[in-house]
């Protein structure tokens, strides 16, 4: 098959640095990278319409950049999919434009204050309760599964040692609330940055071990668990414009979209990637 006809994958776009926590693990949030401006951010818009490619909002965490609505309005004004990729704190806040995103993906890494104190603790400036930090995200998945129906949910968890049990409590929690998910996807640790460096034997496991939870929890959320193991694969815009795919600098937005594309679909790995996101948001 030739890469042409290979589809183009989500391009994942680093919305801004900001977080409103600071997860050990995390290789996404840097404060220093700030928010996405409008030029660059019309910009993506326009290559992900010529690639005919949806947009992953990512980071950091989306909510807090200070135009994400006109982003949103944006991108959907182009007719160009878009995806949010938060850790759920703050949807009830934007409720007004979770309609117009086709997936919403929230991070939720177990249900018990002791796994959250680990794994997610706050930022300087945001003081929430530990309990607080699982429980909010289920009632805006409630909230998202209540006013936009359409709108498809994913739900995405590291898995370590400690917080295997916690995301089967998790599962039995969202059962019982009678909460949609469309999709759970579980992740192995893997180490690629400063902070995550610090962080390997708190959290890294064995792609055994995960095989284990997800078989777990296919039982309760049977066909919907899609098991990431390993090293990120994913093309990835930054808030300059840049193009990587992991650490590999492949272009910037700004140049010519036509050769940037080819650059793209020449890569060795743009066929995973691809396969990975289809994997990731299509359902059957």
């Not at 909230?143 to 998790?170: C, D, E, R, T, Y």
Request: charged letters at 25%.
């Amino acid at each position: 098959m030739k890469s042409r006809h290979i589809p183009f994958p989500v391009i994942d776009l680093y919305v801004t640095g900001q977080c409103n926590f600071r997860c050990p693990y995390c290789f996404g949030e840097d404060v220093s990278k700030g928010d996405i401006d409008k030029a660059t951010f019309a910009r993506v818009v326009e290559f992900a319409n010529h690639c005919n490619s949806s947009i992953g909002f990512t980071g950091g965490e989306p909510l807090l950049h200070e135009d994400f609505r006109d982003l949103v309005k944006v991108a959907t004004s182009k007719d160009v999919p878009i995806i949010l990729r938060t850790n759920g704190m703050l949807i009830d806040e934007y409720l007004d434009v979770i309609g117009m995103f086709e997936w919403v993906g929230i991070s939720i890494d177990g249900a018990s204050e002791s796994v959250v104190k680990k794994m997610r603790p706050s930022a300087p400036k945001y003081k929430y309760v530990e309990a607080e930090k699982w429980k909010k995200p289920i009632d805006n998945i409630r909230l998202i599964n209540k006013h936009h129906p359409q709108v498809k949910v994913l739900l995405a968890s590291l898995v370590s040692s400690f917080n295997s049990s916690s995301l089967l409590k998790l599962a039995r929690d969202i059962q019982e609330n009678d909460l949609s998910i469309d999709k759970w996807k579980l992740y192995q640790f893997t180490r690629n940055n400063f902070r995550s460096l610090t962080s390997s034997s708190k959290f890294e496991t064995s792609s055994e071990f995960i095989s284990e939870v997800c078989e777990s929890l296919q039982k309760v959320y049977h066909g919907k668990i899609v098991n990431k193991v390993g090293d990120g694969n994913c093309l990835l815009v930054d808030t300059n414009g840049s193009v990587r795919v992991n650490d590999a600098l492949i272009g910037n937005v700004f140049d010519d979209m036509i050769l940037l594309e080819k650059k793209i679909r020449q890569l060795d790995m743009f066929n995973k990637i691809s396969v990975n996101k289809i994997h990731t948001y299509n359902v059957e």
